[in-house]
């Protein structure tokens, strides 16, 4: 398999899936950028993070929309059309900014057809950038897929590895429910073995990317990198050796591939970006403590982020994530309890 | 443009059916069988028709929390209206969205909406899908004066200016948002809503929207220009609603005698009797019979509603996803 970064593994699914339906669409803010500047320049950053490389040129101006500042019309617009035909992926630039269209999300695409008596479909994408680590501060770094996650009528991806970006991808823009995508923005770079060709992986279908013994630690999206750094480092230092488990999507949630691995281990450490309350760390943690309250050998430790909001300062920002420190320290406390 | 009679009876049914299954609700609400909260569009047929009349099936609308007349201008079954407004497994989302959810998209009726601005955003996406289809079919965006100061449908008016999208943004003004009149609500334009779509850049104009005709021939004119890539326009219909914002609403906020002045002067069926007849288009015993078929369909639908059984319990979570 080739090594891709997230980003190209991203952009090759969104092309793959342009290239062989038209309705799909994508609309967003910058998504080519440049439009009635000075210069006449289009596909000027190819997004502002890179994932479109010369759509413009390619999809042309019907299928790939530089739209105004306007977050409410995008996803608004996104669930309209996608009641008439079409298939949009819309970009919010950053998750923070979900606040802006949070009705078009929760009260429109996801009701839609529960309200309608399960006659309509709305087959869209919302892809949105999120999380901490670049000292973007408190309203463009905030993990909120939990607050997505609680939607129902609405499916969530949260990638970590380039394969599953560009899996997830596929299968997002192919499902016929309304899909948020959380892509975390230190990601983007990240690089991986990507299968070649059509390669869509299930929602609701976790990934094992460790293997171990003695404890489970569940990880979300980029804090599955970080808990892999710290597996391995205890398996290399103290012989202590876990699962790592990726969902991959917290809407639908596997279930199974936790609770199995639990059932072997014993112990659960769930790793998650957001703050503590009504997290998907909790939801997980709750959902061990009902289903698997006789595989625990131990109390489930949760590593989230501070129920602050985002800081600003470097050293404040690293206090405030999960930190590879964090997450061992909630491992040994486990495996020494 | 001259209207055929079947065109003018149509219209008239259309209206007809509109004010009795309203009327009928007021009369049925206080007996209880009805759950939830209901908004009656009486007073406002003409503009529901008058729009709807320029549209067929693929064309779209969005709605209101107000919806029951756009529902049935748009086509939808009027017994499947009336079943899901007493929340029984026979209505048209089964019992699952009740009077401000309404949907039928067979009819390219994209649902009322239970969010006071939510649905032009959503038609001026649909305009995106027919834009991109090429088929010449056209959105409209049926809103009230209160959706006028809400920041989506302004950002979806830009949209649709910037895109050139054929979607056309109707708002309804009926005297009142909720229990606050524009008069108090409006900043600028306070008697004059449509100026504000007029500043986005489109064509904007404001007619009396208790005048069937007045109503039709300003919207057919912005639904060619749609359809033939003309881009958007809007219009302010005025008129004045016969009833509160919600049925319950003691309207205390509504000077004594105005509701009855608005059904002396304001009344867009009577206004259209008097016009057909008068120049001698339809006889009053065409309209009459309308009137009696119309007030029979509402008998059956109400007595159809109250018979049918309701969704069973394990409905609760079918139909939120397609697959999960």
């Known amino acids: 398999m080739a ?17 062989r339906d038209e309705r799909v669409i994508i609309m967003g803010e910058d998504v080519a950028g440049g439009a009635g500047g000075s210069a006449g320049v289009r596909d000027n950053q190819n997004g502002i993070f890179g994932t479109y490389p010369q759509f413009h040129a390619r999809y042309g101006e019907n299928r790939f929309i530089d739209t105004p500042i306007s977050e409410a019309a995008i996803v608004g617009a996104a669930a309209g059309a996608a009641l008439a035909g079409l298939r949009p992926v819309v970009e919010i630039m950053f998750a923070d900014f979900i606040g802006y269209c949070l009705d078009q999300i929760m009260n429109q695409a996801a009701k839609f057809r529960y309200m309608f008596g399960g006659k309509s479909r709305t087959p869209m994408v919302l892809r949105t950038a999120y999380g901490a680590g670049l000292s973007a501060a408190a309203q463009h770094s905030q993990a909120i897929y939990p607050m997505i996650t609680h939607i129902p009528g609405i499916k969530v991806a949260v990638p970590s590895k380039p394969a599953d970006v560009k899996g997830l991808m596929l299968t997002a823009m192919r499902d016929d429910d309304p899909v948020v995508f959380f892509d975390h ?26 293997e171990g013994k003695d404890a489970t630690v569940v990880a979300i999206g980029r804090m599955v990198h970080f808990s892999e750094a710290v597996v391995d480092k205890l398996a290399k230092e103290a ?14 949630l596997d279930e199974d591939i936790i609770l199995a691995s639990v059932q072997k281990t014993g112990r659960l450490i769930v790793v998650d970006e957001s703050p503590p309350r009504c997290s998907v760390a909790g939801d997980i943690s709750a959902m061990v403590a009902m289903k698997g309250f006789d595989f625990l050998d131990a ?39 | 443009m001259q209207l055929s009679r079947e065109q003018l009876l ?40 008058g729009v709807c009349e320029n549209l067929n099936d693929s064309d779209a609308i969005t709605s209101t929390h107000r919806g029951h007349g756009h529902c049935i201008a748009k086509g939808c079954d009027v017994k499947g209206m009336m079943a899901e407004i007493y929340g029984r497994a026979t209505g048209l989302c089964g019992g699952k969205g009740g009077s401000m959810h309404i949907a039928d998209l067979s009819k390219g009726m994209l649902g009322a909406n239970g969010i006071v601005g939510g649905g032009p955003p959503l038609a001026m996406g649909a305009a995106i899908a027919f834009r991109n289809r090429g088929k010449g079919e056209v959105a409209v965006a049926l809103a009230g004066d209160g959706s006028c100061n809400s920041g989506p449908v302004f950002e979806a008016m830009n949209m649709a200016v910037m895109l050139n999208l054929p979607v056309i943004f109707v708002f309804e003004n009926n005297g009142y948002s909720e229990q606050t009149a524009p008069a108090y609500a409006v900043g600028a334009g306070k008697t004059d809503l449509v100026r504000r779509a007029e500043g986005f850049g489109m064509p904007a104009s404001k007619h009396d929207g208790t005048d069937f005709f007045s109503v039709y021939e300003a919207t057919r004119e912005a639904v060619e220009r749609a359809r033939t890539g003309g881009g958007p326009s809007a219009f302010e219909f005025n008129c004045l609603r016969f009833f509160g914002h919600f049925e319950g609403d003691p309207q205390k906020y509504r000077i004594k005698g105005e509701v009855e002045m608005a059904r002396d002067t304001m009344d867009c ?32 639908a109400v007595a159809e509603a109250i018979a049918a059984p309701f969704p069973p319990d394990t409905d609760v979570t079918k139909n939120v996803y397609i697959n999960y």
Do not use: W
């Open chain 1, 185 to 210: 923005k230190a990601l983007f770079g990240v690089q991986g073995e990507v299968p070649e060709g059509d390669t869509p992986i299930p929602f609701g279908k976790g990934m094992r990317y460790r």
């Open chain 1, 299 to 337: 109390p489930i430790q949760m590593v989230t982020s501070a129920h602050s909001p985002v800081p600003f300062a470097p050293n404040l920002e690293r206090a405030y994530l999960p930190s590879g420190a964090k997450i061992e320290e909630a491992i040994r406390k486990s495996v020494d309890y």
């Open chain 2, 269 to 300: 069926l009577k206004n259209f009797r008097h016009r057909v007849t008068e120049a001698k288009l339809l006889e009053g015993k065409d309209l009459d019979q309308v009137d009696a078929e119309v007030k029979q369909l509402i008998e059956e």
């Open chain 1, 239 to 252: 012989g202590i050796t876990c699962d790592v488990i990726d969902p991959r999507t917290t809407s639908p």
């Open chain 2, 10 to 49: 149509k219209a008239y049914r259309q209206m007809k059916t509109i004010r009795e299954f309203e009327d009928r609700l007021h009369e049925e609400i206080p007996k209880g069988l009805i759950p939830g909260f209901t908004h009656l569009y009486s007073g406002q047929e003409a503009i529901a028709v």
């Open chain 1, 3 to 19: 090594i891709k970064t997230y980003r190209e593994a991203l952009t090759e699914a969104l092309m793959i899936e342009m290239d």
